[in-house]
T-cell receptor
Framework: NAGVTQTPKFQVLKTGQSMTLQCAQD?????MYWYRQDPGMGLRLIYY???????DKGEVPNGYNVSRLNKREFSLRLESAAPSQTSVYFC????????????FGEGSRLTVL | GENVEQHPSTLSVQEGDSAVIKCTYS??????FPWYKQELGKRPQLIID?????GEKKDQRIAVTLNKTAKHFSLHITETQPEDSAVYFC??????????FGTGTRLLVSP
């Protein structure tokens, strides 16, 4: 099992450009998440999907959109990138119930110039 | 919503010493408190967790304590080793699915 796979690992954008981060998991998890990690800020939740067909905003959703394409895939889109969106993005998934453990992807480092 | 504060932001210890990281949370309804370890350039990984019906949990050199009344929980690492050097994140679960993380503690264990 690959676990959680996210692409691309690195990306450089110019202000105003758009891009989509892809995430897929092979653990049959219902819930998927997108976090961003910035120095001194920890991991902040952008959007999450508790189950296929549903998405909800997290702490910092402005400037982002998401799509839960199917149970395996959860994508994050930046429609018009801004320098403030320079960050490391992590996708994660978890099973339902009380376990709640998050399994993270390797991260995607995005730089917006 | 839930707010998690974590202290200290950096912690330096000598190999063999103990390390303690503390977190407080705001939502008394939170019931699940995990700790994640992130080595440099790697993904965060769960190292231990505790639920609100338990006051303490141990796993070899790692332990977590929870005080629901005071709304704080702590990570204790004994006999620290250089490979314990990493960033540690506490978190609290808000609702059924959403985890809110603290800002992280960078632990440096010197040989």
């Amino acid at each position: 099992n690959a676990g959680v796979t996210q692409t691309p690992k690195f990306q450089v954008l110019k202000t105003g450009q758009s891009m989509t981060l892809q995430c897929a998991q092979d653990m049959n998890h219902n819930s998927m998440y997108w976090y961003r990690q910035d120095p001194g800020m920890g991991l902040r939740l952008i959007y999450y999907s508790a189950s296929e067909g549903t998405t909800d905003k997290g702490e910092v959703p402005n400037g982002y959109n998401v799509s839960r394409l199917n149970k395996r895939e959860f994508s994050l889109r930046l429609e018009s990138a801004a320098p403030s969106q320079t960050s490391v993005y992590f996708c994660a998934s978890s099973g339902t119930g009380h376990t709640g453990e998050l399994f993270f992807g390797e991260g995607s480092r995005l730089t917006v110039l | 919503g839930e707010n998690v504060e974590q202290h200290p932001s950096t912690l330096s210890v000598q190999e063999g010493d103990s390390a303690v990281i503390k977190c407080t949370y705001s939502d008394s309804a939170s019931n699940y408190f995990p700790w994640y370890k992130q080595e440099l350039g790697k993904r965060p990984q769960l190292i231990i967790d505790i639920r609100s019906n338990v006051g303490e949990k141990k796993d070899q050199r790692i332990a977590v304590t929870l005080n629901k009344t005071a709304k704080h929980f702590s990570l204790h690492i004994t006999e620290t080793q250089p490979e314990d050097s990493a960033v540690y994140f506490c978190a609290a679960r808000e609702g059924f699915q959403k985890l809110v993380f603290g800002t992280g503690t960078r632990l440096l264990v010197s040989p």
